[in-house]
């Protein structure tokens, strides 16, 4: 693959040092940075010892992998974080009131950052341009590209071992204000299930499977639970339409579980926003034909999810109570993470022809001394997924199917998923309520 001339000027003059391209950046301004695995840290770092001659300069992100030094004490006045999905970096910052969460479902992320929060300056990884002058983001395309696209100066930093994913997944070397050169591995999430616990949630999971279904898969155990039950389930022509993938789909794809064959929309294709997992994954996505990633304003829209037929949404919470109500994104008052793409996936697949929604959780937390299904919420929980949207509740003791079920009905259905050690209590206390 041979770069024209032409393309290759233009990089040329835009290519540059961190240190410059950062001169970019200026007082009072709102500045996108990449997230997940496609942080780009050498942009970060110089934004950060820049930060000290800026006043107030707005950092949005979502979910990133690494060390977070653009969040902390010293920076106040400098540079503010705002996330719209807490992870674990910055989880002390937003509670102690250091950085800023802005709640938002992901699907309304990328139109959220056309208008409200309209970034000024983008920060993205992207893979090296092809002979037409294209990059890839690679590994990050939900709400990467919209940012970028919405920011009137892209700074890129080209990383020749960031994959080249196909899809909706390109920027022209033209958009891009400053370019700087890194050659290093894409940060490395390994996704195990080693608790013996999700293995069973996993296990349970899969009995509400058919052939020919379509996955939404959210992030950790539980999800690579079901990746692993599904090995040995003998369902075949399994599709994905998913915000996010990891390594355990390659396996089903090689196994021939997962083929993509009888998918409604984009047959043949693996379809998803953004990508975690190991360089195992990595290669196996590098222009690869059988893999799209996309923005999250179409994979996460549940009109879009709706039109698969046999969607499975998978998704996990925090704490459910015995109405049905799900926390997932707080416990009690300190936020947590973020509604993500739950709400938009457990409504896209009510809403799919033989569609299942499903919350799966382990029963208990903290060792097995506290019941995860609960009489009430925490004070100041959160209710990202409300009773009204919620199917199907699965723990490692069982599937409680909610859907058309009354409140009576509902709360002994998920009393007899709890554990048994909290039955009786939460018997008790449901009875207090006038539950049953």
Same mark, same amino acid.
């Given at each position: 693959?041979?770069?024209?001339?032409?393309?290759?000027? %233009?990089? /040329?003059?835009?290519?540059?040092?961190?240190?410059?391209?950062?001169?970019?950046?200026?007082?009072? /301004?709102?500045?996108? =940075?990449?997230?997940?695995?496609?942080?780009?840290? !050498?942009?970060?770092?110089?934004?950060? /010892?820049?930060? !000290?001659? %800026?006043?107030?300069?707005?950092?949005?992100?979502?979910? $990133? @992998?690494?060390?977070?030094?653009?969040?902390?004490?010293?920076?106040?006045?400098?540079?503010?974080? *705002?996330? +719209?999905?807490?992870?674990?970096?910055?989880?002390?910052?937003?509670? *102690?009131?250091?950085?800023?969460?802005?709640?938002? #479902?992901?699907?309304?992320?990328?139109?959220?950052?056309?208008?409200?929060?309209?970034?000024?300056?983008?920060?993205?990884?992207?893979?090296?341009?092809?002979?037409?002058?294209?990059?890839?983001?690679?590994?990050?395309?939900?709400?990467?590209?919209?940012?970028?696209?919405?920011? /009137?100066? @892209?700074?890129?930093?080209?990383?020749?071992?960031?994959?080249?994913?196909?899809?909706?997944? #390109?920027?022209?070397?033209?958009?891009?204000?400053?370019?700087?050169? @890194?050659?290093?591995?894409?940060?490395?999430?390994?996704?195990?299930?080693?608790?013996?616990?999700?293995?069973?949630?996993?296990?349970?999971?899969?009995?509400?499977?058919?052939? &020919?279904?379509?996955?939404?898969?959210?992030?950790?155990?539980?999800?690579?639970? @079901?990746?692993?039950?599904?090995?040995?389930?003998?369902?075949?022509?399994? &599709?994905?339409?998913?915000?996010? #993938?990891?390594?355990?789909?390659?396996?089903?794809?090689?196994?021939?579980?997962?083929?993509?064959?009888?998918?409604?929309?984009?047959?043949?294709?693996?379809?998803?926003?953004?990508?975690?997992?190991?360089?195992?994954?990595?290669?196996?996505?590098?222009?690869?034909?059988?893999?799209?990633?996309?923005?999250?304003?179409?994979?996460?829209?549940?009109?879009?999810?709706? +039109?698969?037929?046999?969607?499975?949404?998978?998704?996990?919470?925090?704490?459910?109570?015995?109405? &049905? +109500?799900?926390?997932?994104?707080?416990?009690?008052?300190?936020? !947590?993470?973020?509604?993500?793409?739950?709400?938009?996936?457990?409504?896209?697949?009510?809403? =799919?022809?033989?569609?299942?929604?499903?919350?799966?959780?382990?029963?208990?937390?903290?060792?097995?001394?506290?019941?995860?299904?609960?009489?009430?919420?925490?004070?100041?929980?959160?209710?990202? $997924?409300?009773?009204?949207?919620?199917?199907?509740?699965? $723990?490692?003791?069982?599937?409680?199917?909610?859907? &058309?079920?009354?409140?009576?009905?509902?709360?002994?259905?998920?009393?007899?998923?709890?554990?048994?050690?909290?039955?009786?209590? %939460?018997?008790?206390?449901?009875?207090?309520?006038? !539950?049953?």
């Amino acid at each position: 693959m041979t770069i024209t001339e032409s393309v290759e000027q %233009l990089y /040329q003059q835009r290519l540059t040092t961190a240190d410059a391209a950062l001169e970019l950046v200026q007082s009072h /301004q709102r500045v996108y =940075s990449m997230s997940n695995a496609g942080v780009p840290k !050498y942009l970060l770092d110089a934004l950060v /010892q820049r930060a !000290y001659g %800026l006043e107030d300069v707005e950092v949005l992100h979502i979910f $990133t @992998v690494g060390s977070s030094d653009y969040v902390s004490e010293a920076l106040r006045g400098h540079l503010r974080v *705002n996330t +719209q999905f807490i992870g674990a970096n910055v989880r002390a910052a937003v509670n *102690n009131g250091l950085a800023d969460f802005t709640p938002v #479902f992901l699907s309304e992320v990328p139109r959220l950052y056309r208008t409200v929060l309209r970034p000024d300056v983008a920060l993205i990884q992207v893979s090296p341009p092809d002979e037409h002058g294209f990059c890839s983001f690679g590994v990050d395309v939900g709400v990467s590209k919209p940012a970028a696209w919405a920011a /009137q100066t @892209v700074i890129a930093q080209v990383n020749k071992q960031m994959p080249r994913t196909l899809g909706d997944s #390109f920027i022209h070397v033209s958009r891009l204000a400053a370019i700087i050169e @890194v050659d290093e591995p894409i940060d490395e999430v390994p996704m195990t299930c080693s608790d013996p616990v999700e293995l069973q949630v996993g296990a349970q999971v899969v009995n509400l499977i058919e052939d &020919g279904a379509t996955l939404q898969m959210g992030i950790g155990g539980i999800p690579n639970g @079901v990746l692993l039950a599904l090995r040995n389930a003998g369902l075949r022509d399994l &599709g994905v339409h998913t915000e996010l #993938f990891s390594d355990g789909v390659i396996d089903l794809v090689q196994a021939g579980i997962i083929t993509n064959e009888r998918k409604t929309l984009h047959a043949g294709k693996l379809v998803a926003g953004f990508l975690l997992g190991t360089k195992r994954l990595y290669d196996f996505i590098d222009n690869n034909p059988e893999v799209e990633l996309h923005p999250s304003d179409y994979v996460n829209d549940p009109f879009i999810i709706s +039109q698969h037929d046999r969607m499975i949404a998978i998704n996990s919470a925090l704490e459910v109570d015995i109405t &049905g +109500q799900v926390c997932a994104d707080s416990i009690g008052t300190r936020f !947590y993470s973020g509604a993500g793409g739950q709400v938009d996936f457990i409504r896209g697949a009510a809403r =799919s022809n033989g569609g299942k929604p499903i919350i799966a959780l382990p029963s208990t937390a903290s060792g097995g001394t506290i019941s995860r299904i609960v009489p009430t919420l925490k004070p100041g929980a959160g209710v990202v $997924t409300t009773r009204n949207d919620v199917h199907y509740v699965v $723990t490692e003791y069982g599937i409680a199917d909610l859907y &058309g079920k009354n409140i009576r009905q509902r709360v002994q259905a998920l009393i007899s998923i709890a554990h048994p050690a909290f039955r009786d209590q %939460l018997t008790a206390e449901a009875r207090k309520l006038n !539950y049953i």
